[in-house]
Structure formats: structure tokens, C-alpha cells
Nanobody, 114 residues
Framework: QVQLVESGGGLVQPGGSLRLSCAASTSIDTASTIGWYRQAPGKQRELVAVITGVGTSYGDSVKGRFIISRDNTKNTVALQMNSLKSEDTAVYYC?????????WGQGTQVTVSA
């Protein structure tokens, strides 16, 4: 059973930065995709950033502000979030697709507020 554990969430002021990390219980070398999604209250879960076999994709609302990266030696994927806005407030989930199975972490809360 693959487990994903997120960390790094918290409260930050508008304009600030946070770095989320997701640690996988198995090697991520063969993951088809690995990335981050988020869900705000009353809204559907949406793509934030994902790394696939052909490159990296970002949601339109975070382009130019967020950066996703992976470290295969540590089996982790990180999300550097800069210039945070109140509308970035959500629960952020790590996701990995491996051998046609999709795995989710438990989520970490990010709150952007003055």
C-alpha cells in the first residue's frame, strides 16, 4: 500500500510564501504522474501542478507563482508557493499515479489571511 504524507501547510499572510512537501512510502521513479491538487470549501478539487513523463503542467491560477519539483533520491515532491493570495486558501493534496493506480495523501491546510 502506497502512502503519501504531506507537510508544510499553515497560515501565511498575503504575498508570503510556503513550501509544501510530500513524502512517498515507495520509490517514485516509476510514477506516471506526481503532483498537487487543492480543494477550497464549496469548490471542486482542482489541479495545482503536476509532473508527467513529458513535462510539467500548472493550473492557470498559479502559473508564475508556484513551482513543483521532485527528488527521486528522497521519494519526495515539493511545491514552492510564492506571492500567495487569499484565493489560494485550500486543503492541498499530493497525488501519484503508478501502475494505473491513483494514490492520495491526507491533505494539508493552507490558509492565506492577514
Amino acid at each position: 500500500q502506497v502512502q503519501l504524507v504531506e507537510s508544510g501547510g499553515g497560515l501565511v499572510q498575503p504575498g508570503g510564501s510556503l513550501r509544501l512537501s510530500c513524502a512517498a512510502s515507495t520509490s517514485i521513479d516509476t510514477a506516471s504522474t506526481i503532483g498537487w491538487y487543492r480543494q477550497a470549501p464549496g469548490k471542486q478539487r482542482e489541479l495545482v501542478a503536476v509532473i508527467t513523463g513529458v513535462g510539467t503542467s500548472y493550473g492557470d491560477s498559479v502559473k508564475g507563482r508556484f513551482i513543483i519539483s521532485r527528488d527521486n533520491t528522497k521519494n519526495t515532491v515539493a511545491l514552492q508557493m510564492n506571492s500567495l493570495k487569499s484565493e489560494d486558501t485550500a486543503v492541498y493534496y499530493c497525488n501519484m499515479v503508478m501502475r494505473w493506480e491513483s494514490y492520495w495523501g491526507q491533505g494539508t491546510q493552507v490558509t492565506v489571511s492577514a
